[in-house]
């Protein structure tokens, strides 16, 4: 049983465009989630996170927006651009500092 | 900068043998966790540690152990190796829920095959 689910395997946008990654959950239980992106053969880098006290927090281009009443979070990118295309993950934090990770979403970001 | 390292990027083993892989931080964090990463199923967690000595299970901790002897190095021990765990093995570590810090922060992964 999935906690963590992202159901687009992949996303392509136009350079200059919103990226927009989605990621449900079905544990009311998380307090804390966070946004990874990972390169081929390298490990997954830390984006930006939300707390579960909060609906919205943004660095730079990145914005994280959670709806609790939905169990929805989403990961707002703009302007994308080339150096963005790669694997996003979503994951969850349960009352453990384990994390509960998402398949994961390619975005693809095209010229 | 946080740094964890991962003792070989690739590996090539043989049905049977025995595998070490090693996971070392340099940020004195308290916890460490071991990932496979495979294709359509993310990042799932073999085992973790939150302490010297101290581990606990994953969600897929079968054919595998750990070992934490010392705070900033943290093994993963296939027993006796087998195709089906052929992966990306991530390691990772962070700070414990007091320190207020929640991010995990990964190793370049050792990418196994085993034969």
């Known amino acids: 049983d999935q906690q963590v689910k992202q159901n687009s395997p992949s996303l392509s946008v136009q350079e200059g465009r919103i990226s927009i990654l989605n990621c449900d959950y079905t544990n009311s239980m998380f307090d804390y989630f966070l946004w990874y992106k990972k390169y081929p053969a390298e490990g997954p880098t830390f984006l930006i996170s939300i707390s579960s006290i909060k609906d919205k927090n943004e660095d730079g281009r990145f914005t994280v927006f959670l709806n609790k009443s939905a169990k929805h979070l989403s990961l707002h990118i703009v302007p994308s651009q080339p150096g963005d295309s790669a694997v996003y993950f979503c994951a969850a934090r349960e009352y453990t500092d384990k994390l509960i990770f998402g398949t994961g979403t390619r975005l693809q970001v095209f010229p | ?115």
Request: charged content about 30%; overall charge positive.
């Open chain 2, 1 to 115: 900068d946080v740094k964890v390292t991962q003792s070989s990027r690739y590996l090539v083993k043989r049905t049977g043998e025995k595998v070490f892989l090693e996971c070392v931080q340099d940020m004195d964090h308290e916890n460490m966790f071991w990932y496979r990463q495979d294709p359509g199923l993310g990042l799932r967690l073999i085992y973790f540690s939150y302490d010297v000595k101290m581990k606990e299970k994953g969600d897929i901790p079968e054919g595998y152990s750990v070992s934490r002897e010392k705070k900033e190095r943290f093994s993963l021990i296939l027993e006796s190796a087998s195709t089906n765990q052929t992966s990306m093995y991530l390691c990772a570590s962070s700070y414990g829920r007091r320190e207020g810090r929640n991010e995990q922060f990964f190793g370049p992964g050792t990418r196994l095959t085993v034969l």
